[in-house]
């Protein structure tokens, strides 16, 4: 079993819709969790970066973290095409010596 | 301010050869990171390396390693190159460690081996 489960999509949704894209962990010790963007022939860039549970909001994204439930979100309003891209979730225990681990990525798709 | 530099972009190499990439992390940045990423597998760490030291290392052969010179800069070197190598190669670095606030990634090595 991974450490981290992200449904791999395709997701296409019309644009303007809310998006949400998942993750689910096993590991109880995973204490940062992040959301990252890659564009194509791109590495990923961070979107958003949370400490423990909680919701965090930045513009049209919100993440939210469930630690209880291990389920972590990344909530996308107002969705446009050029928010077409593969969403990976990340997270990592509390020690800034160690390592990222990745979802598998959610390639999304906004329709015009 | 410039950021993190991989080099090349694209790389074809045969089965049994060996090949090496390179990471130029932002500057002021100590810390370098590896990734090995393909459609099946995803992101799968390789390797960080912290002040020319390895301080984490991922479940990969010991056909993979890698170094860090003393300005940041780092390579990974692949010998004895399988098909499923074939993969894009990523680079990230941050001043001190995984940090996810401050883990910038290059845009990759797509290395293709046939």
């Known amino acids: 079993q991974k450490e981290v489960e992200q449904d791999p999509g395709p997701l296409s949704v019309p644009e303007g819709a809310i998006v949400s894209l998942n993750c689910t962990y096993s590991?109880?010790?995973?204490?940062?969790f992040m959301w990252y963007r890659q564009y194509s022939r791109k590495g990923p860039e961070l979107l958003m970066y949370?400490?423990?549970?909680g919701n965090k909001e930045d513009g049209r994204f919100t993440a939210q973290v469930d630690k209880s439930s291990k389920y972590i979100s990344l909530f996308i309003r107002d969705s446009q095409p050029s928010d077409s891209a593969t969403y990976l979730c990340?997270?990592?225990?509390?020690?800034?010596?160690?390592?990222?681990?990745f979802g598998s990525g959610t390639r999304l798709s906004i329709r015009p | 301010k410039a950021g993190v530099t991989q080099t090349p972009r694209y790389l074809i190499k045969t089965r049994g050869q060996q090949v090496t990439l390179s990471c130029s992390p932002i500057?002021?940045?100590?810390?370098v990171s590896w990734y090995q990423q393909t459609p099946g597998q995803g992101l799968q760490f390789l390797f960080e390396?912290?002040?020319?030291?390895?301080?984490n290392k991922g479940n990969f052969p010991g056909r993979f390693s890698g170094r860090q010179f003393s300005n940041s800069r780092s390579e990974m070197n692949v010998s004895t190159l399988e098909l499923g190598d074939s993969a894009l190669y990523l680079c990230?670095?941050?001043?001190?460690?995984?940090?996810?606030?401050?883990?910038?990634f290059g845009s990759g090595t797509r290395l293709t081996v046939v």
């Open positions: 590991n109880s010790a995973f204490q940062y």
């Open positions: 390396y912290f002040s020319e030291t390895q301080r």
């Open positions: 949370t400490y423990s549970s």
């Open positions: 990230a670095s941050s001043l001190e460690g995984a940090s996810g606030d401050g883990y910038t």
């Open positions: 990340a997270m990592r225990r509390g020690s800034s010596a160690s390592k990222i681990i």
């Open positions: 500057s002021g940045h100590r810390s």
